[in-house]
């Protein structure tokens, strides 16, 4: 039986790449034996936040401490040394200039305490793979390679090509693009979530979709006039901003329709501002998270995504699977999910938008909705999984 570690900066949380992961994770189990790395502290963990609980997954609690000082010191200064200068050195991808200067960085940010922590546990393990879930710990495990043998190491990206490296990136942003890909390219195999970031990188990848997680609830009768978004209050992420924006220049010229926004973070304060400052409390509605989110799907009418970027975007496939028409900014990965299907706006574009929220309250809905429940079928977590299953070398 194979053995696969997931390393994760959080399992006992609420987001998307938690729950792909858990998803992805209990799907393996069936057949693998299977463990789980995590970031969180022990105290937060509550594994029936994905149904954990109902397999024989292991967890493993990882903390990392800060070397010494004087180490520490030293480190952080070479860090901000390559982040500011010497990634641009070597400029050509792949020179042996820059090759050797990414390497010291990738130790100098993963000081060799923390890899000891890291490898002390998964050389015990005797692991046959093991997968960095997001970009971060993807290019720690690189730093690792050495020492784990024959381990496969995978790489998970769930952020755009874009939102990474692009000149307005609130991750990782373009000084450190080349370092990124030239850990990744270390790994065995680096998976992406859609063809477009494929393109993009210099180095061959893989791309599985992410798959529907969740049992969808009842189909929406499309009768509500409720527009729906979906994600974490994020700074910029979703774009809720814009929507709130757009949703005002729509409630002028339309008095029926209301917009739902479900979840929670840092951003809520501004979003309630603009709510107040438009008079749309009537209309425009915040609520928390919640584990049965298929009730608020089975609710509205059409889905909105005024994301400014995302990796995959699973909430387009939640929507469609309760048969919701969709609205969405013209992100790569909105266009490869959905084809001509969806209602696209320009990324940011927030006058656009208004017209698109005032073309999805005129469309053909039945016709609509049925096209919508066939595009989510195609991202079947089984139809998902055969393709994990010929990345990490799994027999069937």
Same mark, same amino acid.
């Given at each position: 039986?194979?053995?696969?570690?997931?390393?994760?900066?959080?399992?006992?949380?609420?987001?998307?790449?938690?729950? /792909?992961?858990?998803?992805? %994770?209990?799907?393996?189990?069936?057949?693998?034996? /299977?463990?789980?790395?995590?970031?969180?502290?022990?105290?937060?963990?509550?594994?029936?936040?994905?149904?954990?609980?109902?397999?024989?997954?292991?967890?493993?609690?990882?903390?990392?401490?800060?070397?010494?000082?004087?180490?520490?010191?030293?480190?952080?200064?070479?860090?901000? &040394?390559?982040?500011?200068?010497?990634?641009?050195?070597?400029?050509?991808?792949?020179?042996?200039?820059?090759?050797?200067?990414?390497?010291?960085?990738?130790?100098?940010?993963?000081?060799?305490?923390?890899?000891?922590?890291?490898?002390?546990?998964?050389?015990?393990?005797?692991?046959?793979?093991?997968?960095?879930?997001?970009?971060?710990?993807?290019?720690?495990?690189?730093?690792?390679?050495?020492?784990?043998?024959?381990?496969?190491?995978?790489?998970?990206?769930?952020?755009?090509?874009?939102?990474?490296?692009?000149?307005?990136?609130?991750?990782?942003? %373009?000084?450190?693009?080349?370092?990124?890909?030239?850990?990744?390219?270390?790994?065995?195999?680096?998976?992406?979530?859609?063809?477009?970031?494929?393109?993009?990188?210099?180095?061959?990848?893989?791309?599985?979709?992410?798959?529907?997680?969740?049992?969808?609830?009842?189909?929406?009768?499309?009768?509500?006039?409720?527009?729906?978004?979906?994600?974490?209050?994020?700074?910029?992420?979703?774009?809720?901003?814009?929507?709130?924006?757009?949703?005002?220049?729509?409630?002028?010229?339309?008095?029926?329709?209301?917009?739902?926004?479900?979840?929670?973070?840092?951003?809520?304060?501004?979003?309630?501002?603009?709510?107040?400052?438009?008079?749309?409390?009537?209309?425009?509605?915040?609520?928390?998270?919640?584990?049965?989110?298929?009730?608020?799907?089975?609710?509205?009418?059409?889905?909105?995504?005024?994301?400014?970027?995302?990796?995959?975007? &699973?909430?387009?496939?939640?929507?469609?699977?309760?048969?919701?028409?969709?609205?969405?900014?013209?992100?790569?990965?909105?266009?490869?999910?959905?084809?001509?299907?969806?209602?696209?706006?320009?990324?940011?574009?927030?006058?656009?938008?208004?017209?698109?929220?005032?073309?999805?309250?005129?469309?053909?809905?039945?016709?609509?909705?049925?096209?919508?429940?066939?595009?989510?079928?195609?991202?079947?977590?089984?139809?998902?999984?055969?393709?994990?299953?010929? /990345?990490?070398?799994?027999?069937?």
């Amino acid at each position: 039986m194979k053995k696969i570690c997931f390393l994760v900066e959080s399992i006992f949380t609420i987001g998307g790449v938690q729950r /792909v992961t858990a998803v992805i %994770a209990k799907a393996l189990a069936k057949n693998c034996d /299977v463990t789980i790395i995590t970031l969180d502290a022990p105290s937060k963990q509550d594994t029936s936040l994905y149904g954990l609980d109902e397999t024989d997954i292991h967890f493993i609690y990882l903390h990392f401490y800060i070397p010494p000082r004087l180490k520490n010191t030293l480190c952080r200064a070479y860090s901000a &040394l390559y982040r500011k200068v010497l990634y641009r050195t070597g400029r050509k991808q792949g020179s042996l200039i820059h090759r050797c200067a990414s390497d010291l960085y990738a130790r100098s940010s993963f000081p060799s305490q923390q890899r000891k922590q890291l490898t002390d546990i998964l050389v015990p393990g005797g692991f046959d793979t093991v997968i960095g879930v997001h970009a971060p710990l993807a290019v720690r495990l690189a730093a690792c390679k050495k020492t784990l043998g024959k381990t496969r190491l995978v790489g998970w990206i769930h952020n755009s090509y874009e939102a990474l490296f692009g000149e307005k990136s609130l991750y990782i942003g %373009a000084e450190r693009r080349m370092h990124y890909e030239q850990q990744l390219a270390k790994l065995d195999s680096t998976v992406v979530l859609c063809q477009y970031d494929a393109r993009k990188y210099h180095f061959p990848t893989h791309v599985i979709y992410n798959p529907l997680t969740l049992l969808p609830g009842q189909r929406s009768r499309g009768t509500s006039r409720k527009f729906l978004a979906v994600g974490r209050f994020s700074r910029q992420h979703k774009g809720f901003d814009l929507l709130i924006d757009a949703f005002n220049i729509f409630a002028k010229e339309n008095a029926e329709w209301t917009l739902d926004i479900v979840g929670e973070g840092p951003e809520e304060q501004l979003y309630r501002q603009k709510i107040a400052q438009y008079a749309l409390e009537r209309r425009v509605h915040l609520y928390p998270f919640t584990t049965n989110i298929q009730q608020y799907y089975s609710q509205a009418q059409v889905y909105v995504l005024s994301s400014r970027w995302e990796g995959f975007g &699973l909430v387009l496939v939640e929507a469609m699977s309760h048969g919701l028409p969709v609205v969405s900014s013209d992100l790569p990965t909105s266009l490869e999910i959905m084809g001509d299907f969806g209602i696209y706006f320009k990324n940011g574009d927030v006058s656009q938008l208004a017209k698109s929220l005032h073309e999805a309250t005129q469309l053909d809905w039945t016709a609509k909705s049925v096209e919508a429940i066939q595009i989510a079928r195609r991202f079947d977590v089984g139809a998902i999984i055969e393709q994990w299953t010929d /990345v990490l070398d799994i027999e069937r």
